[in-house]
């Protein structure tokens, strides 16, 4: 054994790492010991260990691996451990029974330590699978940022990540928001095909690296445009609204973005197929502001709503909203694209400057939402604001500064 040992090693010098035609694995070995399998062999080249454990894997084990299911941070054994659906059985459940190892961890992360040692559990628990295969987590987009520091962003983002053993990122979304109705605009980049296109380069790069390797999160680049802008704006998400209809002949552009994402070493691309903030009292009362119960009693009136939309199940998200009427009479409207309370008050209160612009035009009306293509970006006739618009303060941070 200990010679036998001594080979391997020798095996590893010379060839970097040792090639599966090669092996004389297990020949020397005594019947009562259980040889490693090559696959847990770090020593071995990837596609050997790939090709062994490949052969190893049931059917089942293999259909496990296509999916990659929602989770929450609870008890692995709870009736309650898997998030979409308890009938759907628990985590572990989903682990061992289902033979799954790719997740999207559904809940918020509220205690980095917390999530780190649930990823350990669940990291332990799928070393209870026949064949010990690793988990992925994943996470849906969690933090949003502006245009100049999307590299920073990707970066710090990607260390967060690694701290709580996220490893695959579902995103960056890059699907060209030209068709205002379209219900998942909110975390896209907007209708400029050349702006997105910088964009995922460096989100990609700050998340992989220049090259994929044990630093890198895993960008999951979506929603590959097989859907396309949909018929009558809908969402493939529903069973109804599947069709999709290119009246501005403008498939290529939306391509663009996706070929820039490749160019950038995306491997991964996910193909096409909400959360509400609560605005209350308390959030005043920390800021030494009176609430009061009638509205001729305010000083200020702030309204926070979410884009007026056709409500279907309980999906809300940004897009670009028709609301010329509030334009018309409020004395200011901050557009935000999804900040909690706290940020969105220090910009009201001057402690921080608005910076975003608009990344798609504000229609006039829904007539003119209609008689805009589904597929082509700048499109809206007589906006009432232009893509790009946005206006700023200084800060007394900043006067001070100067
Ligand atoms: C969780 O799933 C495991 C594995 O399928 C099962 O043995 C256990 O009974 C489940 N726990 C609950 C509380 O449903
Ligand atoms: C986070 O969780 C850990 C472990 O439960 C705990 O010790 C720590 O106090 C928590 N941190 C915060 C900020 O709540
Ligand atoms: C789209 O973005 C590019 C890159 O930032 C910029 O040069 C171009 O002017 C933008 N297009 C429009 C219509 O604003
Ligand atoms: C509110 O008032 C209290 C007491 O005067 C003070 O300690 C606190 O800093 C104030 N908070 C803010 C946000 O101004
Ligand atoms: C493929 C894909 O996700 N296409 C979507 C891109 O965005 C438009 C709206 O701008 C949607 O209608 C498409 O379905």
Redesign the pocket.
């Known amino acids: 054994m200990p010679f036998h040992s001594s080979i391997v090693t020798i095996a590893t010098i010379a060839f970097g790492c040792t090639a599966l035609a090669t092996k004389s694995e297990g020949s020397g070995l005594s019947h009562w010991e259980e040889p490693v399998p090559i696959y847990k062999k770090s020593s071995y080249c990837i596609d050997a260990r790939v090709d062994d454990l490949l052969s190893r894997m049931t059917i089942q084990e293999k259909a496990g691996q296509l999916f990659q299911a929602r989770i929450n941070q609870e008890p692995l054994?709870?009736?309650e451990g898997a998030s979409a659906n308890a009938l759907e059985?628990?985590t572990?459940?989903h682990m061992?029974?289902k033979h799954m190892s790719h997740f999207n961890l559904a809940t918020g992360i509220t205690n980095a330590t917390e999530t780190a040692e649930f990823m350990n559990l669940i990291k332990e628990r799928a070393l209870d699978s026949r064949l010990g295969i690793p988990v992925t987590i994943s996470t849906d987009p969690r933090h949003s940022f502006t245009e100049n520091v999307v590299r920073k962003f990707a970066e710090v983002t990607k260390e967060e990540y690694m701290a709580v053993g996220i490893r695959a990122s579902l995103h960056p979304q890059v699907n060209l928001t030209t068709e205002p109705r379209w219900a998942r605009i909110g975390n896209t980049w907007g209708e400029n095909s050349t702006l997105t296109s910088q964009m995922v380069v460096e989100y990609i790069k700050g998340f992989q690296g220049d090259k994929s390797g044990t630093k890198s999160v895993k960008t999951v680049t979506k929603h590959f445009p097989d859907s396309g802008p949909m018929k009558n704006r809908e969402n493939s998400h529903f069973v109804y609204s599947k069709n999709q209809i290119y009246p501005g002949n403008n498939f290529e552009e939306h391509l663009k973005p996706f070929k820039a994402a490749i160019a950038a070493g995306a491997t991964e691309m996910m193909l096409y197929y909400s959360r509400s903030i609560e605005f209350s009292a308390e959030y005043f009362k920390a800021r030494n502001y009176t609430v009061v119960r009638i509205p001729e009693e305010a000083d200020y009136t702030l309204l926070r709503y979410n884009a007026p939309y056709e409500p279907r199940s309980d999906i809300k998200l940004d897009r670009p909203a028709v609301i010329p009427e509030v334009i018309e009479r409020a004395a200011a409207v901050l557009g935000s694209y999804g900040s909690d309370n706290e940020a969105f008050l220090d910009v009201v209160f001057g402690i921080t400057a608005p910076k975003g612009k608009l990344p798609f035009d504000l229609p006039r009306s829904m007539e003119a939402v209609q008689a805009q293509m589904e597929d082509v970006p700048f499109d809206t006739r007589n906006s009432v604001f232009r893509y790009g618009h946005g206006l700023s303060y200084a800060i007394p941070c900043d006067v001070k500064q100067t």
Do not use: H, K, S, Y
């Open positions: 054994d709870g009736p059985g628990n572990t459940n061992l029974d």
